[in-house]
Structure formats: C-alpha cells, structure tokens
C-alpha cells in the first residue's frame, strides 16, 4: 500500500518515520543478488518488486511452479533473513 493511501486510512494518528534509502538499498541488493542466483533474468521495478521467469518454468505445472517459488523464498530467507513473497 502506498504511503499517502496509508496515512489518509489511518488520519491522524499515524506515526510516519523517515525512510532509511541506505539501508533498504543495501538490503534490496542483497535479496536481488540472491534472486539471481535461481532466476537469471529480472526485471526489476523498484528496490523491492520485480518481474522474472526461470526458462526452466515456461509452460511448467503449477505444482512445479509452487515448488521453485518456495525454494526461492527459503533461499531469500536464508541468505538474508528477511521474508519474500
């Protein structure tokens, strides 16, 4: 959810930190580059969405997909500690 669509649902009460671009970047780069390692081309959007399909998965099964995606998700987690979906 954007920021401003965020802060308009909650009104007033909302506590709004600055962002810390470093950081994020830093961790951005770190979840991509492991990313890479299993889907080597992406299209990346933004620092935390991108777009990608492994050539061993054009026209695959569901359950085929389904299984990648989670060894990819364990691998983001592992590597970084931080959870993708």
């Known amino acids: 959810m954007p920021m401003h669509q965020a802060k308009r649902l909650v009104g007033g009460a909302a506590v709004v930190l600055p962002p810390r671009g470093v950081v994020y970047g830093l961790a951005s780069r770190r979840v991509f580059e492991t990313v890479r390692t299993m889907v080597a081309v992406l299209e990346q959007l933004s620092f935390d969405e991108a777009f990608g399909e492994p050539p ?30």
């Open 56 to 85: 061993e998965l054009a026209g695959a099964a569901e359950p085929a997909v389904e299984a990648f995606c989670e060894q990819l998700r364990a691998r983001v987690l592992a590597e970084t500690g931080l959870v993708a979906s």
